[in-house]
């Protein structure tokens, strides 16, 4: 017959698991703990977080008790889950400090935040819009509103089949890091808003993302438009840190300057996958079409488009560039490395105020590869030399 363990008897089985732990402890402070032994990652270090469920049915303000699980307003200690189709709102003058939020954390459901002119949303650890396979999430960030991580960024579309979208306003801040399709699909838009940091556009194999900055927006890190996914990146009058456009094997990237858009640094066409880029009215950097093994890139460049830096056309891959009415200041390479292939087409004006190598082999990059230019009504100006290599060349 079995029978309840009396208290003195549980005191009695707890005793030694209770000598053991203090035994551990006490080696571990003297080892100098075990975080050195184990050498956790830094997501391990993150402190026990305090889940708080959203459980107000619609829309209502983050800042009410009674909103919340616990009757509580999450703060620093708090994971925050909004999966009911709630909407939580951050007013002006509030700080929503915590360590984790997800919008659409279950399966198929979905929840969303309005961060309002004047407040703050400061997730830690993370930030994820559209969390679990097949769920929802949506994060609208108005006038001088801020979001902001230092761990994991803001994820848009994080699970298999999720999708999450994200506007930022005008005046508004992202103080981190912005995936747009982790696995799943997301949209991002922004209008004269910043994004402090990277901005990564389809980084999930099989993920597809969609990032518009209209109106002034700037990015101040990379853009990566098709990380391992389907991205599209449309940029007008906005400016960004430096640009690749399908960096995976097998990824696609589609982007799309116009109205004075401007790239501080350099741009990849093709680093792993297949890019294409369109520049309408805009300025750029230094230029790389299809820099990787078996990639493939085409840039045009139109209506007074300016290339302010060097360029190369097919590095290890397959290279088109086309330009009509634009300026080029800077030397050009067709076709650099062993098997690449490059093609560039200056048309209607275009100025070329620089060295010219095709083919490989030459003068200039000594490399080898199959090289064509076509100059038509355009100009070569500055050291006014074009140097044909060994590779296969047509002039």
């Given at each position: 017959m079995n029978t309840k363990p009396t208290s003195s008897k549980l005191r009695a089985l707890r005793a030694p698991a209770a000598l053991l732990r203090a035994t551990f402890i006490a080696f571990a402070i003297a080892t100098g703990g075990w975080l050195s032994l184990f050498s956790p990652s830094p997501l391990s270090l993150a402190p026990q977080a305090r889940a708080q469920t959203w459980i107000a049915p619609g829309e209502a303000a983050w800042d009410n008790p009674y909103c919340w699980s616990t009757t509580q307003v999450p703060d620093s200690s708090a994971s925050v889950y909004i999966s009911n189709g709630g909407i939580a709102d951050i007013n002006s003058g509030v700080t929503a400090a915590i360590l984790y939020t997800y919008l659409g954390y279950d399966a198929g459901s979905s929840g969303a935040v309005r961060v309002m002119s004047g407040g703050v949303l400061q997730s830690t650890f993370g930030l994820y819009v559209g969390y679990a396979q097949n769920s929802y999430g949506r994060l609208d960030i108005y006038g001088s509103g801020t979001v902001g991580t230092v761990v994991s960024g803001?994820?848009?579309?994080?699970?298999?089949?999720?999708?999450?979208?994200?506007?930022?306003?005008?005046?508004?801040?992202?103080?981190?890091?912005?995936?747009?399709?982790?696995?799943?699909?997301?949209?991002f838009t922004a209008n004269n808003g910043t994004v402090k940091s990277n901005l990564i556009i389809a980084s999930g194999i099989g993920s597809t993302g969609e990032a518009t900055l209209d109106n002034g927006s700037l990015v101040t890190g990379g853009v990566t438009v098709g990380g391992n996914g389907n991205g599209t990146l449309t940029l007008n009058s906005g400016t960004v840190g430096s640009l690749t456009i399908a960096s995976g094997i097998g990824s696609t990237?589609?982007?799309?300057?116009?109205?004075?858009?401007?790239?501080?640094?350099?741009?990849?066409?093709?680093?792993?996958?297949?890019?294409?880029?369109?520049?309408?009215?805009?300025?750029?950097?230094?230029?790389?079409?299809?820099?990787?093994?078996?990639?493939?890139?085409?840039?045009?460049?139109?209506?007074?488009s300016l290339i302010n830096g060097s360029v190369t056309v097919g590095g290890s891959g397959t290279g088109t560039l086309t330009v009509n009415n634009g300026a080029m200041q800077g030397n050009i390479t067709i076709a650099s490395g062993s098997g690449s292939v490059g093609k560039a087409t200056f048309e209607n004006g275009s100025l070329i105020n620089g060295n010219v190598t095709v083919g490989g082999n030459g003068i200039v990059s000594g490399k080898s590869g199959n090289g064509i230019l076509i100059v038509n009504s355009s100009t070569v100006t500055g050291t006014g030399s074009i140097f044909i290599g060994s590779g296969t060349s047509i002039l």
């Open positions: 803001v994820t848009i579309g994080n699970g298999v089949g999720s999708s999450g979208e994200v506007t930022l306003g005008a005046g508004a801040l992202i103080n981190s890091s912005v995936t747009v399709g982790g696995t799943g699909n997301g949209t990237g589609k982007a799309t300057l116009g109205n004075g858009a401007s790239v501080n640094g350099s741009i990849t066409v093709g680093s792993g996958g297949n890019g294409t880029l369109t520049l309408n009215s805009g300025t750029v950097g230094g230029l790389t079409i299809a820099s990787g093994i078996g990639s493939t890139g085409v840039a045009t460049f139109e209506n007074g």
